[in-house]
């Protein structure tokens, strides 16, 4: 079992940046692949960025050269620094978890971002 808690959402204005957490804990945070997905209002939740064991990276066609994804084995978080934030990445946004060898996701509870333009 995987207990994702997400930190870090609010309001933002446009063109500035912003840095969600999440923490997990129940497993060994080694093992996990992590990402953040985003649900925007009124559509489907979507791919922001994954990091897996290896620190290999993904990005969301919409979110590349801005978003960067990163990993802390240490304090067992993984952060998404969002620069250059646009009104369109306004989202309800959600740490993902999955252990390397498995297909079942774990999810957080989400945290709102609101960017204004």
């Known amino acids: 079992q995987v207990h994702l808690v997400e930190s870090g959402g609010g309001l933002v204005q446009a063109g500035g940046s912003l840095t969600l957490s999440c923490v997990a804990s129940?497993?060994?945070?080694?093992?996990?692949?992590m990402g953040w997905y985003r649900q925007p209002p009124g559509k489907q939740r979507e791919l922001v960025a994954t990091i897996d064991s290896g620190y290999a990276e993904i990005y969301g066609e919409s979110v590349a050269g801005r978003f960067t994804i990163s990993r802390d084995k240490a304090k067992n978080t993984v952060s998404l620094q969002m620069s250059s934030v646009k009104p369109e990445d306004t989202a309800v946004y959600y740490c993902?978890?999955?252990?390397?060898?498995?297909?079942?996701?774990?999810w957080g509870q989400g945290t709102q971002v609101t960017v204004s333009s």
């Open positions: 993902q978890a999955q252990f390397r060898w498995g297909s079942i996701d774990y």
């Open positions: 129940g497993s060994i945070f080694s093992d996990l692949n």
